[in-house]
């Protein structure tokens, strides 16, 4: 079995530098001490390297597509589906009276790292029909909950979320499905949904579709949106089914998660489609948005989890493939001599730890942010504020950074591989693929930037950032005790400066009313604040395992330790630094991207 996953790297994080484990002294997440959580996370490594990870290759070649009016997928979606309801995998986050385990979020999120890296288009199924059953517990009726969750669990009935519209992609103000209210209390539904991801196949006996709806009358914009459950088929009282007027009209075809079906549905063809209310109507929009930050985490975790996949494939094949010979000092390089294997090579190496420094940085920014959920949910009462403004604010990071540069580290795994990482004998050119759904997935990356710079910044009057700022500097002072990590603490410090300068820069324009301007470059302002943000928990894992090999309390090799120390050297000396050319971009007075007024120039 090939290795695509170190579970050490997701103990040390999850127990070591964020002390999960602790979480156990809130009542609701009594029973997950660190022994419960290992037994969960070497259960579930065992449980992907049996079931999912054996047909990722398959999946890919044999992926989902449209026929005779259905859906076809994977058997394994079937197998999967199942094993995850029995053994309480989906919504695992959920309270006890609803069926779920009241997991943390932080441990849920590790154990989803550990299965998407054996295979990124499977938990995708679970992963929509757990937030679709939370988005019903949350906001829903009795009835709704009843009716709709235990099935839904149970992996029996699949879950979606249904926003993309043929003419409305990320404006939905735009969409145009509507509901009108039947006598019964139902709604007629007539629309079309686009891009459902695991909208449909044979594996599930029903699926409930959590859709945003205009009801008849309703305000324009984002204002008169409503959430409304569609099941696919109505449930009669002696448990059979009639067919509720919802048609899979295509699965999309795309260039990777092949195994993951995307479908475009149809509601109320023949006028005979209903729907129920979710709530209160015209909230839809502010309703979804749970399910939305869930989704974007999860995205974050897909792409982090592909990349670090993608990384050990990597290494494996450094370490066994012989090319070329080291150059000794002097220059000198002896032709006799056995050729080395090619992870001797410094560029190799630097590729290599760029992989490491990005996949193992993002797991770590996607565990901290669901960490804060948990405080911000169930922590004490007078900090729940600050975790959520903390979430808030990270949300849009975590789901970009390893979206894009996962992507970049993908590409360099391929460039080690030379011509076979273009080949299908290996599986980097399926990884490449399969991440570059994820910087499209819940938001593109324009969107995420946008999201960040004019909504999360300036919230509460920048309470998140100030919040932000307190824990980099918290990380920074506990760094400085050590000296040799000193060095790397004030360049952290220096960063933070520049990305403080360039926003107040930025927010310039804001209070002059020239908002275009300020957001134009969010984009640029995303990469920047990346950065500083995996540059922050990057220093907090190397001040974690520095401490471990200084007071000699460590669980694992002092290799082990040390590599960590290591690969944050990597980030300061080659990643950080790229925020400067960002600087510089983002307090140009140049303004290159906004269409003048009766003047658009740049692309005669």
């Known amino acids: 079995m090939a290795q695509y996953i170190n579970i050490d790297n997701v103990k040390f ?180 949904k686009i891009f459902i991801s695991g909208g449909d196949h044979d594996y599930c006996e029903n699926f409930v579709h959590l859709a945003l709806v205009r009801i008849e009358g309703a305000p324009a914009g984002t204002k008169g949106i409503s959430l409304f459950v569609i099941p696919k088929f109505l449930t009669n009282e002696d448990g059979s089914f009639t067919e509720n007027d919802v048609l899979t009209a295509g699965d999309f075809q795309k260039m990777g998660q092949k195994g993951y079906c995307t479908t475009h549905l149809v509601f109320g063809e023949n006028q005979q489609c209903k729907g129920w209310l979710v709530g209160e109507q015209n909230k839809g929009l502010k309703y979804m948005f749970q399910m939305m930050n869930g989704a974007r985490i999860d995205v974050g975790m897909t792409a982090a989890s592909t990349a670090t996949a993608a990384y050990y494939a990597s290494l494996q094949y450094a370490e066994e493939r012989p090319q070329g010979r080291r150059i000794l000092k002097g220059g000198v390089k002896n032709v006799d001599a056995e050729q080395a294997t090619i992870i001797n090579h410094p560029d190799v190496r630097r590729m290599l730890l760029m992989q490491k420094s990005v996949t193992e940085g993002s797991v770590a920014l996607l565990l901290q942010a669901s960490y804060y959920q948990d405080l911000s949910e169930y922590g004490p009462e007078e900090d729940r504020e600050r975790y959520h403004d903390l979430l808030e604010l990270l949300t849009p990071i975590a789901k970009t950074y390893p979206s894009e540069m996962g992507r970049v580290s993908i590409s360099n795994g391929l460039q080690i591989l030379g011509g076979y990482g273009f080949c299908t004998d290996f599986p980097l050119e399926q990884y490449y693929r399969d991440i570059r759904i994820m910087s499209l997935y819940e938001g593109t990356t324009g969107i995420q930037s946008l999201d960040l710079l004019g909504r999360k910044i300036v919230m509460k009057d920048g309470k998140a950032m100030k919040y932000l700022t307190k824990e980099i500097i918290e990380t920074i002072k506990s760094a400085s005790n050590y000296d040799d990590l000193k060095t790397y603490a004030d360049q952290l410090k220096t960063a933070s400066k520049s990305l403080e300068s360039t926003l107040m820069h930025l927010l310039g324009f804001a209070m002059q009313g020239d908002h275009e301007r300020y957001i134009a470059d969010a984009t640029i302002f995303m990469e920047m604040m990346s950065s500083v943000v995996l540059a922050w928990q990057w220093l907090k894992m190397a001040t974690t395992a520095k401490t471990a090999i200084v007071t000699s309390q460590m669980t694992y090799s002092e290799e082990f330790y040390s590599s960590k120390i290591h690969t944050m050297k990597y980030f300061f000396k080659y990643e950080l630094p790229k925020i400067e050319g960002h600087r510089v971009t983002l307090t140009s007075p140049d303004s290159l991207t906004i269409v003048e007024e009766k003047k658009n120039i740049a692309f005669a």
């Open 13 to 192: 994080t999850l127990f070591e530098m964020l002390k999960a484990q602790e979480l156990a002294h809130i009542e609701r997440y009594a029973e997950y001490d660190q022994d419960n959580c290992n037994i969960l996370i070497d259960s579930m490594k065992d449980y992907a390297d049996k079931v999912m990870y054996p047909v990722f290759k398959e999946m890919d070649e044999q992926g989902a597509y449209f026929k005779d009016g259905k859906v076809v997928v994977h058997p394994v979606v079937g197998e999967f589906m199942k094993g995850m309801g029995e053994i309480g995998g989906i919504g695992s986050y959920l309270d006890y009276d609803d069926g779920g385990m009241q997991m943390p979020h932080s441990v849920f999120t590790a154990l989803s790292h550990v299965i998407e890296c054996a295979n990124n288009s499977l938990p995708g199924y679970t992963g929509l029909t757990g937030g679709a059953a939370n988005l019903i517990v949350t906001f829903g009726s009795d009835e709704l909950k009843q009716k709709y969750v235990p099935k839904m669990i149970a992996g029996e009935w699949g879950g979606t979320m249904c926003l993309t519209e043929p003419q409305a992609g990320s404006s939905l103000s735009d969409i145009t499905t509507s509901g009108k209210l039947n006598e019964d209390g139902s709604y007629s539904i007539t629309g079309q």
